[in-house]
């Protein structure tokens, strides 16, 4: 027999498994729900790829769409001149996904990437090791680093633009322009107080990123940024240097803690220097201290000295209780008003109102100030800006110290008189002194350039007539026989005055001084203004004259001769008066302290409270 006629001969159904008998429904059963499973999995498809697709493109979109943020250029910041005082320059920050960071990463590249970044690789596993989505590895690198790191081209190891501010005159005008933070958000001076200003609007860019952070389609319209605007200042970077250079000299000569020096043009009120001194380099802030950040010239307040007669004068002067001619009895050097022992450096004698200012007599300007009522001079010190923060939108100003002068004893309005009682920033004196170099206007004082085709005014504090003859006696300062020889300006008439106040320190007086100098220049009708102060000078003089006096010199010299003010004396130093009253003479020349017809003082005591032996 053929095989094949052997396989047809083979009966299936006579095996016993294979002769079992389904019911047929449950054979249409089967069927049906697989016909159902086919209809489901239809319906579902349908559902996704129509009705429902919004709902499933959102949910993908939530874990691959991603808002990219496109920063703005942070406007510059110039001086007056437009020369450049703060930048941005584009950097870039490299940042990493961790989880697709390989875990074998060779340790060749992680060292070459270290070196590079200037981090060890124990930093830098640790970085790459986190538990996140997204970490920054390194902030502000160089571009030229930044493309050395992308062709190391490590897997989940990318980069983004951004900024990073430069500084280009450095410690210079460190403490005006102050800094910004890794996120480019200012954190000092005009950086901080202009934020909002600066900063302009970052742009949006939204886009589908896969798995690996790479983007694959963009999804709306880019919002582009909108960048910061510039900030004009009224500094000129010229006389910046000059006054910076001269106060650190200063202050490293006499062996200060500190000093701070301003320079105002007195038409506009522009600042066109502030400068302070230890200062600090803010595009290397790595040793930076809370200390160097202090911009003293308007943080630090103090008792301003003898810097404030010539304010006790101009009030006395312009409520006729004195004249220049006015001769006011000193004595021998001491004086007690209400039990208080009030002090000059030596017997001066009789000494005319300008006398007082240039032998700088506290019982001579004792004595005026009790010509006036405590209100009027409170008044006075209110309406030149003492106690009271300068609103100059800088932030940090000090506001200083004003007793309300209801609460003013006698011996108080004689200290006050002479710079004791009340204190003040540097600032705000070279504010009040433009009182008296623009004939009695106080200027609106700011670090911004104004338009100069309007006119800059400014309330009327003292008449014309008075801040005149004020002037004349602050040139007599500088002048052989005044207290500030050493701050006479070769080839210019110029005219201050000195301040040596004793520091309050705890509940007294300590023997550590603050010398001081504000003088303007050139007389008779000055340009600008300069305030120079030195904190706790312990080598050689501790006076302001001697100390400031020769800072406020040089400054104001190479200032005029930067703004193209020619010379207007002879470079020999004259005498401009006597600081004595002369003996009354017939027929005889009269100077500033002329005898006929002078009146004199006599001022009674009755208390007592002692401010200290001062100057």
Not at 6 to 32: G, I
Not at 324 to 349: C, K, Y
Not at 453 to 465: L, M, N, R
Not at 593 to 602: E, L, P, Q, T, Y
């Amino acid at each position: 027999m053929k095989p094949s006629q052997k396989r047809q001969n083979v009966k299936f159904a006579s095996s016993p498994v294979l002769s079992v008998h389904l019911p047929m429904w449950r054979s249409k059963l089967v069927v049906f729900l697989l016909f159902m499973a086919f209809v489901a999995l239809a319906a579902r498809a349908f559902w996704i790829q129509g009705p429902g697709n919004g709902f499933y493109q959102k949910q993908g979109e939530s874990r691959y769409q991603r808002t990219i943020e496109l920063p703005a250029t942070r406007g510059k910041i110039l001086d007056r001149n437009g020369l450049v005082l703060a930048t941005s320059l584009p950097v870039r920050a490299i940042w990493a996904i961790p989880d697709a960071v390989p875990d074998d990463l060779g340790a060749d590249k992680v060292n070459r990437l270290g070196t590079l970044l200037g981090m060890t690789q124990k930093e830098l596993r640790a970085k790459l090791s986190e538990d996140k989505g997204f970490v920054y590895v390194k902030r502000q690198v160089p571009t030229d680093i930044a493309d050395k790191v992308a062709a190391l081209d490590i897997p989940g190891v990318y980069q983004r633009n951004e900024y990073k501010r430069f500084y280009p005159e450095g410690e210079i005008t460190a403490h005006l322009i102050g800094f910004t933070n890794v996120e480019d958000e200012g954190q000092e001076g005009v950086e901080l107080g202009d934020q909002k200003l600066l900063s302009g609007t970052s742009g949006v860019r939204r886009v589908i990123k896969d798995r690996l952070g790479h983007i694959v389609e963009d999804v709306a319209e880019q919002l582009p940024p909108h960048n910061g605007t510039d900030v004009d200042l009224s500094i000129d970077s010229k006389i910046q240097y000059i006054a910076y250079a001269n106060l650190k000299s200063a202050v490293e000569k006499f062996k200060a803690k500190a000093g701070a020096a301003m320079v105002v043009d007195v038409r506009t009120g522009e600042v066109l220097a502030l400068v302070n001194y230890p200062t600090y380099n803010p595009n290397d802030r790595s040793h930076l201290t809370g200390e160097q950040l202090r911009n003293r010239i308007l943080t630090d307040v103090f008792e301003p000295g003898s810097i404030m007669k010539p304010f006790t004068v101009s009030l006395a002067l312009d409520l006729h209780r004195v004249t220049p001619n006015t001769l006011v009895e000193t004595g021998g050097g001491r004086f007690v008003l209400d039990g208080a022992p009030i002090t000059d450096d030596a017997g001066f004698g009789t000494l005319t109102v300008g006398g007082v200012i240039q032998k700088s007599s506290n019982i001579g300007a004792t004595k005026i100030a009790m010509t006036m009522k405590p209100e009027e001079m409170w008044n006075m010190y209110t309406s030149i800006g003492l106690g009271q923060a300068p609103k100059v939108g800088f932030p940090g100003a000090a506001a200083g110290r004003l007793r309300p002068w209801k609460n003013w004893r006698r011996i108080e309005q004689a200290t006050m008189s002479y710079g004791y009682g009340l204190s003040a920033s540097l600032f705000q004196l070279a504010r009040a002194y433009t009182a008296i170099a623009h004939d009695g206007e106080l200027m609106p004082v700011t670090i911004f350039k104004t338009d100069t085709a309007q006119p800059v005014t400014g309330p009327q504090i003292f008449a014309p007539s008075t801040a005149r003859q004020v002037r004349a006696m602050l040139e007599t300062v500088v002048a052989p026989g005044g207290t500030s020889p050493d701050a006479a300006v070769p080839g210019y008439r110029v005219g201050g005055k000195s301040g040596t106040a004793y520091k309050h320190e705890g509940h007294g007086y300590t023997r550590k001084y603050r010398a001081s100098f504000v003088g303007m220049a050139p007389m008779p009708n000055p340009r600008i203004v300069v305030a120079v102060s030195v904190d706790e000078p312990t080598a050689g003089s501790h006076f302001g004259g001697q100390v400031s006096g020769p800072v406020f010199s040089t400054i104001a010299g190479d200032a005029l001769r930067a703004l193209n003010v020619p010379p207007n004396m002879p470079v020999k130093q004259l005498v401009v008066s006597d600081d004595t009253a002369p003996a009354p003479a017939a027929g005889g020349p009269q100077k500033l302290a002329a005898g006929a017809g002078a009146k004199h003082m006599i001022v009674s005591s009755t208390t007592r409270n002692s401010p200290g032996v001062i100057r």
